[in-house]
């Protein structure tokens, strides 16, 4: 699963979670401000299992988040990183839970700020923006 937690709960608003009608959230922990993390509704491990209806939801909803982004922060770059299962090697006992304990997902990571020094040198990053803020500003 992916380091960083995340609170949201499908069709809730919660303070890290913008008011979409779809599975998305403001990370827990945010390294970076307005991150973003889209899931699917359907949990899967792997990205590549997603049919033709899915991938048209996927699109829309990038699109709406992309949308709020850009009309909240003006159309700053971003990276879009598609975090997919590891590649699965047939070897007993390895990966047995992969199917419950990973599901794909998608991080916005807008670049909005630059690494400061003591963030090149501890790797702990310094967000500025808390993730209740980012949320309620991209709910609109």
């Known amino acids: 699963m992916h380091p960083r937690r995340?609170?949201?709960?499908?069709?809730a608003a919660s303070p890290r979670r913008p008011r979409?009608?779809?599975?998305?959230?403001?990370?827990?922990?945010?390294?970076y401000p307005f991150e973003a993390c889209?899931?699917?509704?359907?949990?899967n491990s792997a990205f590549g299992r997603i049919n033709a209806v899915?991938?048209?939801?996927l699109a829309k909803i990038l699109r709406d988040v992309l949308q709020r982004l850009d009309?909240?922060?003006?159309?700053p770059p971003y990276n879009l990183s598609l975090q997919d299962r590891p590649f699965l090697r047939p070897r007993e006992g390895y990966w047995k839970t992969i199917e419950e304990d990973f599901h794909w997902h998608l991080e916005i990571l807008p670049q909005l700020i630059g690494l400061t020094g003591f963030e090149r040198a501890s790797w702990f990053s310094c967000n500025p923006v808390p993730p209740e803020t980012a949320a309620r500003c991209l709910s609109g």
């Open 6 to 11: 995340t609170q949201e709960r499908d069709g």
């Open 20 to 31: 979409w009608p779809h599975r998305d959230a403001a990370p827990f922990a945010s390294g």
């Open 38 to 43: 889209v899931f699917p509704k359907i949990c």
């Open 54 to 57: 899915q991938i048209e939801n």
């Open 71 to 75: 009309h909240t922060l003006g159309g």
